[in-house]
């Protein structure tokens, strides 16, 4: 019998039967790989799936925002590091003290005073490093210590002054002397991070030269104790019964004191000591004058005629989950902060200050000799902080309070709380004080640093 056509043959499967139009069909979907990576042994490449597109793209962007803000965050210090630079070069004579800066922070509101130390190091320690400026930090701890601080500092300075005779010194300052080394007779000046801490300084600074040297409480204790009391009687007039009486109870108490069944207890004496301590600092921590009292004060003789500069550095610490967008905003855009905060720890370093209320690059200029000097024209010059109805102190750093925590706002007692109440400032101090500023000859420099323009240490170009 003949095969039926279509059939198989005998001793063959239909598997190895080829199936027509397989192959063209897999030639047409395959794509062709690189020649190059096929001869390299690389496998074929594939697109990951979308989960993995999502995952990288997120995680991709987050890196390359941060490393971007941290390199351009370098990049402005390093800026305004070599605009000060030239200051660590100069020399400088073994028998001079170095000018030496007052910095004052203070715990931001609801946190504690570790922020506050980090945002210094981070921000305003490289600038003075590579100047070679040495400072003093003065902190606090809780609301109220930074103004104690202010306050307690300019008293002392008043008492030196006012009270103490021309021997009375401090023994660091006799053994300087004697060694013929000098102090230093230029610019210190004062540094405020934070807006609380700022309305502390300027409540300190009233208190200190406004207010009294010793607290009016202490004072009417002393002028009490000091008054001979009514109630002795004249020599004389006690009857002989009464001295006998008197002498009899005298030896009973003798008696039951000196028996041993009678133990003083340690916790009796302790207690009444404790609160006497306890109230004696809460009112050393209270204001020597209130903001009410600053017109009808009289200013201390040994006011200076200019302060020292002082200059208010940000502090935007925002805290609570519903500024978190706010918080991830500061956290890729901290190469502004420290572009800010360079360019005035610069203006510090260098020296530059201008009278507070008057315009950016007008009336600054470089003072050398000692700012403390009396000047007729500057004790009664004009006010020229107050600006539009209020002064410029009152307005630095303002934008800062509505980002405080709601837990500092809350005014529990009737107390004087320092960072609530408003900034008051009396005329008599807000025209002596002076604000650090960058000159226009600085500013033209720092931009040709930034461009890598090569410059000269005193600030003109090659």
């Known amino acids: ?77 390093e800026k305004w590091c070599k605009v000060v630079s030239h200051i660590a070069r100069e020399p400088m004579s073994t028998k001079d003290m170095p000018r030496k800066l007052s910095i004052f922070l203070s715990a931001p509101p609801a946190d504690g005073l570790r922020a506050s130390r980090e945002h210094f190091r981070e921000y305003v320690k490289p600038i003075l490093n590579a100047a070679a400026i040495d400072w003093e930090i003065i902190e606090g701890r809780k609301e109220g210590d930074i103004r104690l601080r202010v306050a307690e500092r ?16 401090d023994m660091l300052l006799q053994i300087r002397k004697s060694h ?19 309305k502390e300084y300027i409540r300190g600074l009233h208190e200190g030269w406004l207010g009294p040297l010793h607290h009016p409480q202490q004072a009417q204790a002393g002028v009490q104790a000091d008054t001979p009391s009514n109630t002795t009687a004249p020599v004389g007039t006690i009857d002989e019964g009464e001295d006998s009486k008197a002498e009899s109870e005298l030896q009973q108490t003798s008696l039951v004191q000196d028996s041993p069944l009678v133990q003083e207890s340690p916790q009796s004496e302790e207690r009444p000591q404790l609160q006497s301590d306890e109230n004696k600092a809460t009112d050393e921590r209270l204001p020597f004058l209130a903001t009410s009292e600053y017109e009808t004060s009289s200013s201390a003789p040994s006011i200076p005629a200019v ?22 905003y500061n956290f890729f855009n901290r190469r502004s902060l420290a572009d800010q905060i360079g360019r005035e720890t610069a203006a510090i370093v260098l020296a530059a200050s201008r009278p507070y209320g008057q315009s950016a690059h007008s009336s600054i200029e470089r003072r050398k000799g000692n700012s403390s000097a009396s000047s007729t024209a500057a004790e009664f010059a004009p006010d020229e902080s107050y600006v539009d ?18 837990s500092v ?24 004080m002076r604000k650090f500023a960058l000159t226009e000859v600085d500013e033209v420099r720092a931009e040709d640093i930034k461009k890598g323009v090569p410059t000269k240490d005193d600030g003109q170009k090659e």
């Open 409 to 432: 706002r809350e005014r529990k007692t009737e107390e004087e709380r320092v960072w609530l109440d408003d900034t008051v400032l009396d005329p008599r101090i807000a025209a002596k």
């Open 180 to 198: 013929g080394v000098k102090e230093y007779e230029g610019v210190k000046g004062d540094v405020v991070i934070g807006r609380h801490t700022w």
């Open 1 to 77: 019998m003949e095969p039926r056509e279509g059939a198989q043959p005998p001793g063959q499967s239909s598997q190895s039967a080829p199936v027509k139009g397989s192959t063209a069909a897999m030639a047409e979907v395959a794509p062709k790989r690189n020649p190059a990576f096929q001869a390299m042994g690389l496998p074929r490449w594939k697109l990951p799936s979308r989960n993995w597109m999502i995952f990288l793209s997120i995680t991709g962007a987050i890196t390359s925002l941060s490393l971007y803000d941290r390199r351009e965050k370098r990049k402005n210090q």
């Open 154 to 169: 300019i008293r002392d300075h008043r008492m030196k002054a006012e009270e103490s005779s021309p021997g009375e010194e």
């Open 307 to 328: 302060f020292e500069p002082s200059i208010a550095i940000p502090h935007f610490h925002i805290l609570g989950f519903l500024n978190t967008p706010i918080r991830i």
């Open 389 to 406: 109805g209020q002064h410029e102190q009152t307005g630095e750093l303002a934008n800062e309070e509505r980002n405080w925590h709601k």
